[in-house]
């Protein structure tokens, strides 16, 4: 008031505190407003790149959800499976079903049984599976044989193509995988209801092959499923025991300085390194089989491990030292008050640390090409000693192949991986919300 | 005022004090936060049966001090305590002593009302549960009931015995803090500025209850309020910069100090 009020300064010469601010309002507003709007339009940018990577790989992926059958009502001949009629099992075996398959289609297309073309184009449109699924029918049911029965047959994935429309017709017939006649049989087929677009139960339950047809996630999903066991059982009591006794017990000194560090050192370090690691110590040190799922949880173990001890000691540096001070101050030791109190209150994130580790180390897949997890495994492992795969490393092998079949289950196991990631997260944020307490 | 008349009634509450047994014996005790000397040389005896505050200005070393009779100060890294403290003649810095023990026997309750993020029951339950003092359900309740009744709580919060603790206004909160340091039935309550978060109603509730509690336990009592010391306790220590800087009865503290630094504590010429 002192300065506005001098004299030789005249009335003008210094506005008020209220014009100045006056002056500057409409500019300081557009500056806030400008701010939100830069906010809005990170939030956007993220959000489209989002909505077009999923509608991107569900578009591609969702076809291969669905898988081409035939259904055909197949003649179990006699003279075709046991002609001797003794029910051996290696007659069984060694049947000639896939021509059954064929007969039975032929049948169903009311071809000429006798012609030769026919028959080839009839055989192209099957899969090579086929053989397989009517000869399991016959040794899960012998009495079956010399009768009809009806069974859904798996078609060629060249079939599986034309029929979810990605084949393109155009192509002059020698440079195309179905001929001229394989397209008329199967237009016909769909017309009559005998070829049909059903649930691929298959996606998941088969393992590695090379026909699209067959080619399933099924040994990829038992991998990961041990691989995560193996993390959880491992990494996580593991971790939180290092993160109490660091955050709870241990002195603040150089040593505990140095190995705090190198903690957070190792959850930067790249992930391919723990796979050489892993190579180095579990595989060639210890004798570990190759390619084997609990190889693969422990590389993904000590990967998760820093993740673990780090979210466990920030959760737990979050509890109030009040709580502490309350449970020594009633004569609590150490341990009690660390067990009673401090742990219930940092589970929360504790878990929710946890379970995005095990998330991260479920979508990894490079220190398991190190490990040898890339194997071309057809049966599905009982134990995690055996040889597997695991869900990111199957997308990558897909990937590689050329074949229309595998393009779309690419996508679909890219489909599985997501939604097994997200129902985890889902997992974590309820256990979260149903654990968490208010202090 | 009669100076003579003055002096004698001094001497008296002095002497009555010295005749009342000594609780807890402190004596030449020093702390160091680091290289921080954060308790000078603090001698003074905590008489049984009574509230003793400790007073000054903010950093002066009075919660120091009080967290060093239960050995709280333990806790803190790089905190050293040297010197002695004795209660009942039992130096409580001796290693063979155990700290667990201690702190059964010299409850403790804080600035921050801090229950337990569980139910008013579990929160009182806790101490005598951990240390083994009911041997049935039924005696367990007794002892909740018994301690809430002596902290003025229960009748407040006998319908909410299962709601959890932090769901009370502040001042129950504070009491339900006292009615957990008295469940384990200590010999002496450690108070740190305990009315400090309070409102005036809570606070006038509280000082009711230490003046009560004064039959069974010996209170220790840091306030930043004189007001407060003046109302509960019968002795004083002025506590300044790491320094006791005087002790003697409240009323001689706070109506004839000998300090010069004290007179000026009290007058509000600092602090």
């Known amino acids: 008031m002192a300065v506005t009020a001098l004299p030789t300064m005249g009335p003008r010469a210094k506005p008020s505190t209220s014009e100045i601010v006056k002056s500057g309002i409409r500019r300081r507003y557009a500056a806030e407003r400008r701010f939100r709007l830069y906010g809005i339009l990170a939030v956007l940018f993220g959000l489209t790149f989002l909505v077009i990577l999923f509608a991107n790989i569900i578009a591609r992926g969702y076809t291969s959800f669905l898988q081409s059958s035939f259904r055909l009502e197949v003649f179990l001949d006699p003279a075709v499976i046991d002609p001797s009629g003794a029910r051996e099992e290696n007659t069984l075996l060694m049947a000639d079903y896939g021509s059954l398959a064929a007969e039975a289609l032929m049948k169903a297309l009311k071809l000429d049984p006798k012609s030769r073309p026919d028959e080839r184009a009839v055989t192209g449109l099957l899969s090579q599976n086929a053989d397989t699924e009517i000869r399991n029918y016959v040794l899960r049911n012998p009495s079956e044989i010399g009768k009809s029965v009806s069974l859904w047959v798996l078609a060629h994935a060249n079939a599986d193509s034309v029929m979810k429309n990605a084949f393109d017709r155009t192509v002059p017939e020698a440079r195309r995988k179905v001929s ?109 089989p190759r390619s084997a799922s609990l190889v693969g949880g422990l590389v993904l173990a000590l990967m998760t491990l820093p993740t673990v001890i780090i979210a466990t000691r920030a959760a737990i540096g979050a509890v109030p030292p009040s709580i502490r001070e309350a449970a020594l101050g009633v004569g609590a030791s150490k341990m009690q008050a660390v067990t009673h109190h401090v742990l219930p209150l940092a589970f929360p994130g504790i878990l929710t640390g946890t379970i995005i580790g095990v998330a991260k180390a479920l979508g990894e897949t490079a220190p ?10 057809v049966e599905i492992p009982t134990t995690p000693l055996e040889p597997a795969t695991a869900l990111p490393v199957q997308i990558y092998m897909w990937a590689t192949a050329a074949e229309r079949g595998f393009v779309e289950r690419t996508s679909g196991a890219t489909i599985v991986l997501l939604v097994f990631l997200a129902v985890m997260n889902l997992i974590a944020v309820i256990l979260r919300r149903r654990f968490e307490r208010r202090w | 005022m009669d100076m003579a008349v003055q002096k004698s009634f001094t001497q008296d509450v002095t002497e009555a004090a010295a005749a009342k047994a000594v609780k807890i014996a402190a004596r030449d005790v020093n702390v160091h936060y680091g290289d921080k000397h954060a308790l000078k040389h603090v001698t003074v005896d905590v008489p049984d049966k009574g509230v003793m505050a400790f007073i000054g200005p903010s950093g002066c070393g009075k919660s120091t001090f009080l967290r060093c009779i239960n050995r709280m100060n333990d806790t803190i890294p790089g905190c050293r305590v040297s010197g002695k403290i004795e209660i009942d003649k039992a130096d409580i810095y001796d290693p063979s002593l155990d700290v667990v023990q201690l702190r059964a026997r010299v409850g403790m309750v804080f600035q921050k009302p801090n229950p337990f993020p569980k139910s008013v029951f579990e929160n009182v339950a806790y101490g005598p ?129 000998k300090e010069q630094r004290t007179q000026d504590y009290i007058t509000g010429r600092f602090g």
């Open chain 1, 180 to 288: 001229d006649r394989q397209l008329a049989l199967l237009d016909r087929a769909k017309a009559e209801g005998i070829l049909q677009l059903r649930f691929n139960t298959g996606l998941f339950t088969y393992g590695a092959s090379s026909q699209p047809e067959t080619a399933g996630v099924g040994v990829a999903l038992v991998g990961s499923f041990f691989m995560m066991m193996t993390v959880l059982l491992l990494a996580v009591p593991l971790g939180v025991m290092a993160a109490v006794y660091l955050q709870e017990f241990a002195g603040r000194n150089r040593l505990t300085d140095l190995i705090e560090v190198n903690i957070n050192n190792l959850a930067a370090v790249p992930s391919i390194v723990f796979g050489i690691l892993g190579l180095a110590i579990f595989i060639n040190l210890f004798g570990l």
């Open chain 1, 368 to 377: 398991l090409l190190m490990i040898g997890m890339v194997a071309f495994v």
């Open chain 2, 129 to 257: 549960r951990i240390h083994g003092l009911a041997n049935s359900k039924a005696e367990l309740e007794q002892v909740v009931v018994t301690s809430l009744r002596r902290a003025g709580l229960f009748e407040e919060v006998k319908d909410r015995l299962a709601d959890p603790g932090t769901g009370l206004s502040g001042g129950q909160q504070q009491r339900l803090c006292i009615a957990r340091a008295i469940a384990v039935d200590p010999e002496v309550i450690l108070m740190d500025e305990p009315c400090s978060a309070l409102d005036p109603i809570a606070t006038a509730k509280i000082e009711e209850l230490m003046s009560e509690l004064t039959e069974r336990y010996t209170i220790v009592i840091v306030t930043h309020s004189m007001q407060q010391a003046a109302r509960v306790s019968q002795r004083t220590a002025f506590f300044h910069l790491g320094n006791l800087v005087e002790e003697g009865p409240t009323e001689v503290i706070f109506n004839n100090p």
